[in-house]
């Protein structure tokens, strides 16, 4: 009965007390976590999970706190906190479960000319400066509908979130889900946006990074062209790429990643959890 109860600063449980009802209480490692806060209109100015910083933002009427769950993230009990501007708090502590990741074996690319200890090296380096592009939060949003998905058809995975890829004595983590598709075909916008990158990466290929607001960001790799512009406001559907190959891809298909204050979630569940 008391689930999403939440508890006053001074412990006293209370009717008029925050609440937040989570619309995902059965949680993933990968997982997007978000909450719908109810308290008598009082406006929560920061939340967290864990010691971590997660948004807080107004979604269609109401305010959410939205939390990305790492593909690594410790299994079992994990704190939410909301303050209020008020004064108040809530807190709960929520179960993370384990989700069983695929592991496959995969060679470098001959194209790439690579041992697999340098591959490792270029993703890392990369990672680095993506890193840096999507760690600039904003503090509004952009969008005042759901997430979709960025091909017209999106139901050939042939690179899973989270699988696990061994080449030789390295082991890297696939964070977004490869998408095959035939080449040119239309990359669309996963919601509305800012892009704040549209260039050619040595190891992505021409790689579209379009901000959503409060430190939510989606990036699509590998494209064959690219058809936006940084700096330029899209919306939800509005085609920015083609699918390609460039880029370390032995093959057509679209990389989306989905990132919340630099952590990449599975796609797929996020558009499914954030509607």
């Given at each position: ?114 041992t697999p200890t340098q591959l490792t090296q270029n993703l890392e380096v990369e990672q680095s400066n993506l890193s840096s592009i999507v760690g600039v939060k ?138």
């Open positions: 009965m008391a689930l999403f109860l939440g508890i006053l600063s001074a412990g006293r449980v209370s009717a008029s007390a925050p609440q937040v009802v989570f619309s995902n209480p059965l949680l993933f490692q990968g997982d997007t976590l978000m909450g719908t806060i109810s308290y008598d209109n009082a406006v929560p100015i920061s939340a967290s999970f864990d010691n971590r910083d997660i948004p807080v933002l107004k979604y269609q009427g109401s305010y959410r706190i939205v939390a990305g769950i790492k593909d690594i993230e410790q299994i079992g009990y994990h704190t939410i906190s909301v303050k209020f501007a008020d004064g108040a708090t809530f807190t709960k502590k929520i179960y993370l479960r384990a989700r069983k990741f695929p592991v496959v074996d995969l060679g470098v690319p001959e194209k790439l000319g690579l904003t503090s509004n949003i952009f969008f005042s509908r759901g997430f979709g998905l960025a091909l017209a058809k999106n139901d050939k995975i042939i690179g899973p979130y989270g699988e696990i890829r061994k080449t030789g004595n390295q082991t890297t983590r696939h964070l977004g889900i490869d998408f095959g598709s035939p080449k040119g075909s239309a990359v669309a916008a996963i919601n509305g946006g800012i892009v704040r990158e549209a260039e050619n990466d040595p190891i992505y290929g021409n790689t579209v990074i379009v901000d959503h607001g409060e430190g939510i960001f989606s990036l699509y790799m590998h494209l064959d062209t690219i058809l936006a512009k940084v700096g330029q406001a899209v919306k939800y559907g509005q085609v920015i790429g083609t699918v390609g190959e460039t880029g370390y891809a032995t093959g057509p298909h679209l990389h989306l990643s989905v990132k919340i204050n630099g952590i990449s979630v599975d796609p797929i569940r996020f558009t499914k959890i954030f509607n």
